[in-house]
Each structure stands twice: as structure tokens, then as C-alpha cells.
Nanobody, 124 residues
Framework: QVQLQESGPGLVKPSQTLSLTCTVS??????????WSWVRQPPGKGLEWMGAITFTGNTYYSPSLKSRTSISRDTSKNQFTLQLSSVTPEDTAVYYC????????????????WGQGTQVTVSS
């Protein structure tokens, strides 16, 4: 059973870069055909797919966030990370890491495995 766990600071100041890490156990981030994504949910809103890194290391980003988002991985640690730059209070959300082997990787409903989520608040 694949398990994912998010980690990172819960409070980030405006204009800074938000950095989160997802540690994967019970499976490898190089497993064929898997997409490893970051999804967030702002207060009172639905799930928003932010971007993904594939089993080969290719990356895909939401067009609305592409200019501020970077996803990378460390295969030796079986981790992948999110960096979101120039944050504002509108980036306050619960951030999830998730995994799917579906080609519909930009649709949160197709994800099989989820982390518990971590609250990130952007405030001075």
C-alpha cells in the first residue's frame, strides 16, 4: 500500500517561496506510469491540481500556476518537492501530495493515493 506524507512549514510570509516535501513509502516514485502530484484546497473552495512529476521525471503544471511552480524529485530518498514562489494570502490552503497511474493526471478525482494534507497559511 502506497503511503504519502507531506512536510514543510505551516506559515509562509507574503512574497516568499513555499516549499513542501512529499515522502513516499510502500512504493517507488519511479514506478512505471505513475504521476506524482501536488493538489491544494483553499478554504471554502474545491481541489485544485497544481502540477505533477512523472515516473521518468517529466513535469507538468497547471497553466494558472506554471510561472510560479516547480516540482522536483529525489529518487534516492523517494521524495518529491513543491516550490511555489511569490506567495500571497490567496495561496493559503491545505496542500496534498497524491499519486495516480491514470492519464487524467490533472483531475484530482482520478487519484488513488493521497497524503493527509498539510495546512499552509500565507501571512505576515
Amino acid at each position: 500500500q502506497v503511503q504519502l506524507q507531506e512536510s514543510g512549514p505551516g506559515l509562509v510570509k507574503p512574497s516568499q517561496t513555499l516549499s513542501l516535501t512529499c515522502t513516499v513509502s510502500g512504493g517507488s516514485i519511479t514506478t512505471t506510469y505513475y504521476y506524482w502530484s501536488w493538489v491544494r484546497q483553499p478554504p471554502g473552495k474545491g481541489l485544485e491540481w497544481m502540477g505533477a512529476i512523472t515516473f521518468t521525471g517529466n513535469t507538468y503544471y497547471s497553466p494558472s500556476l506554471k510561472s510560479r511552480t516547480s516540482i522536483s524529485r529525489d529518487t534516492s530518498k523517494n521524495q518529491f518537492t513543491l516550490q511555489l514562489s511569490s506567495v500571497t494570502p490567496e495561496d493559503t490552503a491545505v496542500y496534498y501530495c497524491a499519486a495516480t497511474n491514470s492519464g487524467y493526471y490533472s483531475h484530482p478525482g482520478w487519484y488513488d493515493y493521497w497524503g493527509q494534507g498539510t495546512q499552509v497559511t500565507v501571512s505576515s
